[in-house]
Every structure is written in C-alpha cells, then in structure tokens.
C-alpha cells in the first residue's frame, strides 16, 4: 500500500511540471567530447521515464554554446510557472582564475555569475543546479540563493582535475542502492549522498589523492557542506526535491477524498523533516511532544490511505 500512496502524491503533483535542463560543455579532446556526451543522453534517458510532467532539454557537443544555452533559459523563462521545479546540470570542465569560476563551451565560456543570472529568471521558486565539473566550487557564492539547491562536484576553484563525479551520478540513476528507502522515488539528497560517497569510495579504490570534494546548500546560503544534515541545517528542500519519480497512471480515477489524504500525509511529512531541522533550537521536551503528535496523525493518515 506504500508504492500505491506513493503514486497517489504524484498524481496530486501533477498540476505542476518539473523542468530538466542538461548542458554537456566543451570536453577539449575527442575521449573527453565523447564521455560528457554520453553522460547527458544517459541522464536525458533517466528523467524522461519522469512522464509526461517532465520537460527535458539537452544541449551537448558543439551545440551547446554560451549563446544557445541564452536561448534555451529564455524560451525555458517564457513556460516555467512558479508553482513549476527547474533543475539544470552541468557537465564538463570548469575553470578559475582566482576571481571568477568559469563553464567552459565551445566559444565563449559562461560565468558562474552570468549562470545565476539566467536561473534568476527562471519564474520556478523552487530549482536546483548539480555543477559537476571541475572547479565547481567556486560558483557556489554566484548560484547559492533561497529555494536553490547547489550541488557542486568540488569544494573549491582550486580543485582543477577532471570529476568522476558525474559517472556516479547518472550510475545513481538506475542503481537501486541509491533508494535509500526504497519507495520508488529519488531525490536530490538520496543522489547526492550515493554520489558522494562512490566518489571517496573511487578514489580510496584507486590509491588516489581525492582530487574533488562534493559539496551541497540549500539554505540559500554560500555555505556549502559535504555531509548535510539536520546538525548543520543543510537538506531539507534537497530531501523533497524529487529527480526520479515513479509513473502515477494508476491513480487517474482515485477518489478525490483519498487524494486528500494524500496530501494531509505529504504535508505531515514535510512538517516531520522540518521539524527535526529545528530540533537544536527547541527545549528538548517540546520538540518530542511536537514529533509524538505527528507521528501519531501520521500513523492514522496512513491508516486511512490503506483501507
């Protein structure tokens, strides 16, 4: 009854769209023009299981230039509605000249601050960008805003090597370990914690110095960390951005009193994980009566969903 729930909130999603946009940049030999390639149709494959709710875009190889990606956010500018998710994904080299983070594209390279204004335009409040190249960290100031998930492949500009960290994200796709609770659906946290740790796992494999360390805000402060987590405040909006979703053609006919429920329980969850993120602030007895009675009317919701 779980998975039948679970395509039940995404039916109820269904007034909303959510936008994929993949930029496959400037590889600078032909291995790495192939891999960068490769990754963004894997990718493209993945989300568009996503349903007809889900709007993919891909631009790679010699396409996918500074002034076609311009367009590409202006058409995508003109469509997206607020209630709608954008999520963008960048793949290739990056550069920094200890001012400035660079994406490199055939042609003129676009800044980390020319990237943020294009995703400033974007209507959706609620985005996110995976910047998997080298040098990603450095964007992270120019990107990092409310309601904007920033995920990087490295801590810093001065993490110059070429990331494996896009290998381990397209593999997190379609590896069911990444479902870490197995409901069929995978989110942003759920991909970046898979993603993260095959990385370290890679390089300690390889008897490697790590070369790029992951790093995720979505507070919509600059102040990324590795390990998000209630302690420090980072995850709660990458825990409910969902990138995999199951299809939801069941539930085309359910009832609508049950489609209420649904969302009484979507909503109890959210109220849940926001809760545990205030948890340091709360004198310890509240923050258990408070936990207590959502746990309870979520219990019953449940119930209810089930019979």
Not at 8 to 18: C, D, E, K, P, R
Not at 118 to 147: E, F, H, W, Y
Not at 238 to 248: K, Q
Not at 290 to 303: F, K, S, Y
Request: hydrophobic residues 40%.
């Amino acid at each position: 009854m779980r998975a039948f729930a679970l395509l039940l909130a995404t039916a109820l999603a269904g007034h909303a769209a959510t936008y994929y946009l993949t930029v496959a940049g400037l590889g600078g030999n032909p291995d790495y023009d192939s891999q960068f390639t490769k990754w963004a149709s894997e990718l493209r494959h993945e989300l568009e299981k996503n349903g007809p709710d889900a709007h993919v875009t891909t631009i790679a190889g010699t396409a996918a230039t500074r002034e076609a990606l311009q367009k590409v956010f202006s058409g995508l500018a003109g469509h997206i509605k607020p209630e709608d998710e954008f999520a963008l994904f960048l793949i290739g080299h990056g550069t920094y000249d200890g001012t400035d983070y660079k994406f490199n594209l055939p042609g003129p390279d676009v800044s980390g601050a020319e990237l943020a204004a294009m995703m400033d335009r974007i209507p959706a409040t609620r985005q996110l960008v995976v910047n998997m190249t080298s040098c990603s960290g450095a964007s992270i100031a120019a990107l990092a805003r409310k309601g904007r998930i920033v995920i990087t492949a490295t801590k810093s500009g001065t993490e110059k090597n070429a990331t494996v960290f896009p290998r381990y994200w397209v593999d997190a796709l379609h590896d069911p370990e990444a479902d870490t609770d197995k409901n069929g659906t995978l989110t942003t946290l759920e991909l970046y914690r898979y993603t993260e740790r095959k990385t370290a796992a890679y390089f300690e494999s390889e008897k490697l110095l790590a070369t790029e360390h992951p790093m995720l805000t979505d507070t919509g402060k600059a102040a990324a960390v590795r390990d998000p987590k209630p302690e420090n405040g980072q995850g709660l909006l990458a825990a409910r951005f969902s990138i995999i979703e199951p299809a939801g053609e069941a539930v085309k006919n359910v009832a609508p009193a049950k489609q209420r429920l649904v969302s009484k329980k979507e909503d109890l969850e959210a109220r849940i994980d926001k809760l545990k993120y205030e948890k340091a602030a709360m004198r310890p007895d509240d923050y258990k009566q408070q936990l207590t009675g959502l746990l309870l009317e979520l219990a019953r919701t449940q119930a209810e969903i089930d019979k």
